[in-house]
């Protein structure tokens, strides 16, 4: 019997083939791009879940409350650490967390290196288990992953031998005590190299310094002990060690957040910092990921609708097949069991198709979004249940509807012919406008975030980004001296303008975007902030900044060391009207400065951003070189920049690119959604109207007869055109005016995201709605005008 089920099943299949092909079509390009999407969200959401004891570990952040904004942070001061672990019970371990990248020297080998200095309890609180060795950490200790191993060591065994590591200006050598299993992929803590907190950048200087914000900390807490009791012992510790400060913050006009006060301290869970927003580990967008899961579904929901859609139509033209059967003696179970047979043995074949293409795509999906993912997830007995629970409802709505509707027909009717198909028609109308309302909402989603994008790119920045090439000194030690060769080796050289440095980069900083320092001071009785930017001479000459008052640094002005170039943002700051010659002191250093310069706002940081104050000072130590090229033979120019850097750092590879393919990468995380919005939306239009043709092809074949009669009765090729595609084409445009509004209203959210956007055009819904049309009218017309050309006689010889 059930055998009997299956062969029928499969010659009903393939005699309605091109039926079959769009359902198994339709469903298995969904299966395999909600697949990949869906294994991306699981990857993200289980970032850091890896540790065994990670429902303990939190990273603590601070918020401070001024009057007009809330400043969060998750950089803490050097002594806060030991702090805690004496001043607050209930925390197990705490550990910082500074990024202190260094070129590394093993015999011949030599490269760069992600450095981070822990304190000892770092490898008590996270799950990185040792390969070999044993993983303790003194003051001349190093602790190195796989990756990092096989680089340096060449399969030797690393264990006891010594690593010569760039500290500042000079080398020092350290012992390799063990080698950790590489990182993975969804962790949220990267390195290939821990080193003591002692041999951290800076440390001696700001080991007691409590408004030095320079390193993460994350704590362990004990069981039973909450992040609230946390917080309020917290309270505490902050009234002890930063009474001074809130002093200032109240005497400014700061008011006591909702937390009781104008500073508070708390925790962060694990599972949350991949998404926050207060730390640069911070690198995931629960938006984004949201927006995957509703693509993913869309995808599904409108395969699954072609699939119910299709089968129903499909259904309905075997109206006398069902009739023979009940006269036969077939229950109304045996019918509906044929159907839904029929349905899930589709199903079966679009599922395994759908995974075997998902595996096919994943090596150029984790090219294209750096990715490790695989189908682990599938071995996850939730989720596997989950996936078959979706498809059997589905399939049983598909098979099981048209199904129950013929079975409880009269036997003598279904052979006549004259079964009821208005509530069919309903739900397949209804089904047909869900579909484009989904497909219209992603086209104007698409063509906004486009725009977007566009004007990301061509928004002037106040800056030159296009002709200027930017070289990481990555941890070279004596980057000064570096900076100075590298001026006196392009000096003179066709197609070089100029050469300055810089402590950090449009677009390369590190924390992906111009990630400069913050310095605060005292004007006028209240606390005045600013991002600090450490440059070199020439700077705003090369960078092409807009000087609208004062004058640029001077080599020759001994004086100038102490002085200061400012941008419009910071003189409104200061309410000064006199503004050159202005005199103040940074609370970080206590050094007097005056203000030598004011150039013209520009965008150092993202266009997420409004432009904030910067202070440009000459100082410090440089990370970066500008080189400003003629744009003229670019690639001789380039060969001159990559020469001069080869006798300057002959071990340390050149990693230039200019400024504006940096400033790009700011807008990467925007890219990628994007590019979402652009391949769903053209997957979905795509399986929408292959549903439509099928639909238009069954329809059509229903209104055989009427077309034949028309036709005699003198009907031209236009008027029956027109006759069957305006009954669709309505459905499309109730579709369009619903996904409207709400496509408006899911990119305004999306567009408050960005300091500068375009807003949202009423052309783009009109657009938009003009393109399904369009791609629906010449989907429908290629069945309705085939139809219209086939001759009347061959439907109507047996009238």
Not at 295 to 321: H, Y
């Amino acid at each position: 019997m059930f055998r009997n089920y299956i062969k029928i099943a499969w010659r009903n299949i393939w005699k309605a083939k091109q039926i079959s092909f769009v359902n198994i079509t339709g469903l298995a390009v969904a299966t395999a791009v909600a697949l990949l999407l869906c294994l991306t969200v699981y990857r993200e959401f289980t970032f850091d879940d890896f540790h065994e004891r990670k429902k303990d570990i939190y990273m603590v952040y601070m918020d401070e409350y001024y009057p007009e904004r809330t400043s969060s942070r998750a950089n803490m001061a050097h002594p806060l650490a030991p702090a805690l672990q004496q001043e607050i019970p209930g925390i197990k371990a705490v550990t910082r967390y500074a990024n202190d990248g260094a070129s590394v020297r093993v015999g011949e080998a030599t490269g760069d290196a992600s450095v981070h200095c822990v304190d000892t309890g770092f490898l008590q609180i996270f799950s990185f288990p040792a390969v070999s060795g044993r993983p303790e950490l003194g003051v001349n200790d190093v602790i190195i992953t796989e990756e990092t191993a096989l680089r340096f060591f060449k399969g030797q065994d690393p264990v006891g031998k010594s690593m010569t590591l760039s500290r500042g200006n000079k080398w020092e050598n350290f012992r390799v005590t063990a080698v950790l299993k590489d990182p993975p992929s969804n962790s949220s803590l990267e390195f290939d190299m821990l080193l003591r907190i002692e041999n951290g950048y800076g440390y001696q200087d700001n080991k007691n310094e409590w408004e030095h914000f320079s390193l993460m900390t994350f704590v362990e807490l004990m069981p039973g002990v909450t992040t609230e009791s946390f917080s309020k012992r917290g309270k505490l510790l902050l009234d002890k060690y930063y009474e001074e400060k809130m002093r200032d913050m109240k005497a400014d006009g700061a008011k006591p957040g909702k937390y009781g006060g104008v500073m508070h301290i708390g925790l962060i869970p694990l599972k949350d910092v991949h998404f926050s927003k207060t730390s640069s580990l911070g690198s995931a967008n629960k938006t984004m990921l949201f927006m995957m899961v509703f693509v993913a579904g869309f995808l599904l929901f409108i395969a699954g609708i072609n699939f119910i859609n299709l089968t129903i139509a499909r259904a309905f033209t075997r109206a006398k097949e069902v009739g023979m059967r009940k006269m036969m003696g077939a229950g109304k179970v045996q019918v509906a069991l044929q159907f839904c047979g029929e349905a899930l043995i589709l199903f079966i074949i679009a599922l395994v198709l759908g995974i075997l293409l998902a595996l096919v795509l994943m090596p150029q999906y984790n090219a294209l979004l750096n990715y490790k993912l695989s189908f682990s997830i599938l071995k996850e007995p939730q989720v596997l249940a989950c996936l078959a629970g979706v498809f059997l409802l589905v399939a049983l709505l598909a098979g099981g509807y048209p199904a129950l509707v013929l079975a409880r027909s009269h036997t003598l009717q279904i052979l006549k012919g004259k079964i009821s198909t208005g509530r069919s028609n309903y739900l397949r109308n209804s089904l047909i406008v869900t579909q484009f309302v989904f497909s219209s909402l992603l086209i104007c989603c698409t063509l906004i975030a486009w725009q977007q994008m566009n004007y990301l790119r061509n928004k002037p920045l106040g800056f030159n980004t296009e002709e200027v090439v930017s070289i990481p000194l990555g941890n070279l030690p004596q980057t000064p001296l570096v900076v100075e060769r590298m001026r006196a080796g392009l000096a003179g050289q066709p197609g070089i303008i100029g050469v300055t440095s810089a402590d950090n980069n449009y677009g390369r900083g590190r924390d992906g975007s111009m990630s400069v320092s913050f310095v605060g001071f005292r004007h006028k009785n209240r606390e005045v902030g600013s991002n600090l930017l450490t440059i070199g001479y020439d700077y705003v000459k090369t960078m092409d900044l807009q000087l609208i008052a004062g004058r640029d640094f001077d080599r020759d002005m001994r004086t100038d060391s102490s002085g200061v170039v400012i941008n419009e943002r910071m003189v409104a700051e200061l309410g000064e009207k006199d503004i050159i010659g202005y005199r103040f002191r940074f609370d970080e250093d206590g050094k007097e400065y005056h203000v030598l310069g004011v150039v013209k706002d520009f965008h150092f940081q993202s266009l997420h951003k409004k432009i904030e104050p910067i202070t440009m000072v000459i100082a410090g130590t440089p990370a970066y070189v500008f080189v400003k090229v003629n744009p003229r033979n670019l690639e001789a120019t380039m060969k001159i920049i990559e020469k001069a850097w080869d006798k300057v750092a002959p071990e340390t590879p050149f990693l230039g690119s200019f400024v504006n393919e940096n400033t790009n990468r700011q807008y990467n995380r925007d890219k990628k959604l994007s590019q979402i919005f652009v391949s769903g939306a053209v997957l979905t239009i795509i399986i929408s109207c292959m549903g439509l043709f099928a639909i238009a092809m069954l329809a059509i074949g229903q209104r055989t007869k009427e077309i034949g009669v028309r036709k005699v009765l003198g009907a031209s090729v236009l008027s029956i055109t027109t006759l069957i595609s305006k009954d669709f084409l309505k459905l499309v445009g109730i579709a369009i005016l619903i996904a409207s509004p709400l496509a408006g209203w899911i990119m305004n959210e999306w567009l408050q995201e960005f300091a500068y956007n375009i807003g949202i055009s009423w052309w783009v819904f009109v657009v938009a709605g003009l393109l399904v049309l369009t791609i629906a009218a010449f989907t429908i017309s290629f069945q309705s005008i085939r139809a219209a050309l086939t001759n009347p006689v061959k439907s109507l010889r047996t009238e």
